[in-house]
Structures are given as structure tokens and as C-alpha cells.
């Protein structure tokens, strides 16, 4: 079975607090995903309201190549809201754990009961009916399999594992997937995963080889609480594993703009698109890196569509990564001269305890040699 990523930026990623994504925003980064070659946009909940169908629907008709899903509760009016929002699937939702059951004073008698009745309603107005089960990782192996079964019975075309909370492991992931293929060999097992304990890209990389058939998550990982399986991530994962099918130099623009759209700040040390993580100063690494980048790190940058990595001057570097600065700025320091900077770079640092900036290099040098430098 083919795999596949479903991105849910426009509807998890959006439950993040504070992030609102006007319709121009969500069409801008449907344009994006299209790009990068996404398989699949869930593109949010339609019982929201009219504003929130008309987005859905005007990315659902706009003719991108990626198929698209509406995401719903186990309502029949709110498969018939998904209906007018002209998606290619819908996703409906049903509680499986106790916690969840509890909490929406529900039993797993009325999943088993309403599953088919939702399915079989939803199969009016659509050709792909999906069934998610919400907080699938607290429930029970012998009950999940239980309303796996029903699912499969009553025609539903996939099923999404949700772990809801985050508390999943890659241990436990592998040991529920590896159950579920044995038991549904054939069955589209998609798995959705929450950051709670950092580990969902781990828990997404491991699902996809252990029988699930997808994934879904979101651009820099945005969602609840600690957010969601980051795309990136999973498909840079994928992609060194030699699996990759995305265009991936597309991702630094993509993460940027859900940043800048979602007004959530990444870490610097974000992985993939972090503003930090192709960002090298230590001596021994910058040595190395003007010999071959790849000596520490993992991939030429040029692949996540950064143009170039960068080096910078701190405490921690050594004379290799300051003759590289003087050189970019056409100065060729001799031995003598490369000593001297860098014991007055080092005295800079330690006086201020900041890194030099550009200017303070080249003042350094002036006042070394009383010459003008320019830069490049």
C-alpha cells in the first residue's frame, strides 16, 4: 500500500490557542503544501459555521493535486455540513478510550451501534468515508481490535489511530501497529500523533514501518498543547531513509510562512527549518564544515531550500572560521595578523559576553591594521 502524509495545519494546527488563519492565509498555504506535493489536506471542521465551510469549499474546488477531507464529530448534521464543503473524503470522529467515553458520556455500545449508521450515512455523500479513533493509544488492544473490526465491516475505506494525548513511545507504537497489520493485513491504518512527550516524529517514523499505511500531522508541528507530528520532520526522516517523494527544497518556505501566518515562533533550534540549525560556530565543526559540510551535519541545507548554511564568530571559534569571515570580505589575514585577531576577539567576547557582529569584526581588523574594509 502506498504511504501517504496528510496535513492537518489548516484544521489541528489552527486548534492551536491563539492561531487563526484568515482564508487568504489558508488558500496561501494549500499553494505551498501543493508545492512541496502533500498527498492529502485535511482541510478543517465544517460544523464550525458558514465562514469555516466556505474556506473548506474553496479549497476543495480550487483543483489542487492533493485530495481533500473534512473533518467531523459522529453527528449526521455534521456530515451534512461537510457535504456542502465539496471535499473528497470526510473523517468522523468516534471516542474510544475510557477517559473519552467518560468525558462525552458515551459507551463503547453506542460506538459499535453508530459507527455503521455514521458510515453508511456518510457513504450518501461521499466516496471515501474515513473513521477516526480518538484517544485509540488509551484504549485497550482487545477493544481496539473490536472496533477496528466494525469499521472494516461497515466499508470504511481508513481508519485513523489517534494518540490523542501524546503518551505513545516508538515501543508502543511498534508493538500496536505490528498487531493491528497482523490481525488487518489490507486494512489503511492512518496515524495521527500529539508532541506531549516529544516523541511523535519518532512515533510517526516508526508507525509507517510497522503496518500504517499513513500519517497525519502539521507544518512545524503546530497543534494543541506540544503540537502535532511535524511534516518536515517526518519527511526529512523519510527522505534520508531513502523514501522520500516530496519536493523538499520547498519546506523552508513553507515553515517560514506558517510561522509568520500562525504568529508562532519557532525554536532557533527547531529541527529541518530552524533559523539556528544550519548555523555553525565551534572551531573543530567549522574546520571540518569548509572541508565538507557534511561532516556535521546531516544534510546539505540546499535540500530544505536554505541557500546556504552559515558560520559565525563567537567564544567558541577557532582561527579556521576567522580567516573563512576575512576571506568572504576579501581580506587575506598572514599568520601573524590571524593570531592577533583572534586573541582581540576572544578579549571582545569575554568583556561583552555577546558574540561580535559583523561590524565588530571589521573594526577589529581597522584597528589592527588602520585600513578601511568594505564589505562584499
Known amino acids: 500500500m502506498k504511504k501517504y502524509i496528510v496535513d492537518t495545519t489548516l484544521r489541528d494546527g489552527e486548534q492551536a490557542p491563539g492561531v487563526i488563519f484568515t482564508p487568504e492565509q489558508k488558500v496561501r498555504i494549500a499553494q505551498k503544501l501543493e508545492v512541496l506535493g502533500i498527498d492529502e489536506v485535511e482541510v478543517g471542521t465544517p460544523a464550525m ?26 453527528l449526521k448534521e455534521d456530515i451534512k455540513a461537510a457535504a456542502r464543503c465539496k ?74 489511530i489517534a494518540d490523542t494525548v501524546g503518551v505513545m513511545t516508538p515501543v508502543s507504537v511498534s508493538q500496536l501497529f505490528s498487531t493491528l497489520h497482523s490481525y ?40 494543541e498543547r506540544a503540537g502535532n507530528i511535524a511534516i518536515e520532520e517526518i519527511i526529512m526522516a523519510e ?7 516530496y519536493e523538499t527544497t520547498a519546506l523552508r518556505d513553507l515553515c517560514k510562512y506558517v510561522e509568520e501566518a500562525s504568529e508562532q515562533k519557532l525554536s532557533v533550534a527547531k529541527p529541518i527549518c530552524g533559523d539556528q540549525v544550519f548555523t ?20 546539505d541545507e540546499k535540500l530544505v531550500g536554505i541557500k546556504a548554511n552559515r558560520i559565525v564568530i563567537g567564544k567558541h571559534s577557532g582561527r579556521h572560521a576567522i ?8 581580506v587575506q589575514l598572514n599568520s601573524e595578523q590571524l593570531n592577533e585577531v ?12 555577546k558574540q561580535p557582529d559583523e561590524e565588530t569584526m ?9 585600513r578601511s574594509v568594505y564589505i562584499n
Open 49 to 74: 459555521g458558514e465562514q469555516e465551510q466556505r474556506d473548506i469549499r474553496t479549497i476543495a474546488t480550487a483543483g489542487f493535486s492533493f485530495k481533500t477531507t473534512a473533518w467531523c464529530r459522529a
Open 323 to 330: 580567516a573563512h569571515f576575512y576571506q568572504t570580505k576579501g
Open 184 to 223: 488487518f493485513p489490507e486494512t489503511d491504518f492512518e496515524f495521527h500523533a500529539h508532541n506531549d512527550l516529544g516523541m511523535a516524529t519518532a512515533n510517526a517514523f516508526m508507525a509507517l514501518h510497522c503496518g500504517a499505511s499513513g500519517i497525519s500531522g502539521t507544518v512545524n508541528g503546530l497543534g
Open 362 to 370: 571589521l573594526s577589529i581588523y581597522r584597528d589592527m591594521t588602520n
Open 87 to 160: 471535499t473528497d473524503a470526510v473523517s468522523v470522529s468516534f471516542p474510544v478510550s475510557p477517559v473519552q467515553l467518560e468525558a462525552l458520556n458515551k459507551s463503547l455500545d453506542w460506538v459499535r451501534d453508530e459507527m455503521p449508521k455514521m458510515i453508511a450515512y456518510a457513504r450518501l455523500f461521499f466516496d471515501r468515508v474515513y473513521i477516526g479513533l480518538q484517544d485509540a493509544s488509551r484504549c485497550d488492544t482487545d477493544t481496539l481490535n473490536d472496533l477496528v473490526a466494525v469499521a472494516q465491516e461497515a466499508g470504511a475505506d481508513r481508519i485513523r
Open 342 to 353: 583572534y586573541k582581540r576577539i576572544q578579549e571582545r567576547v569575554k568583556a561583552e559576553a
Open 239 to 245: 527522505h534520508l531513509s531513502g523514501y522520500g517523494k
Open 280 to 299: 555553525h560556530e565551534t572551531g573543530i565543526h567549522v574546520r571540518s564544515l569548509l572541508r565538507n559540510k557534511l561532516s556535521y551535519q546531516p544534510f
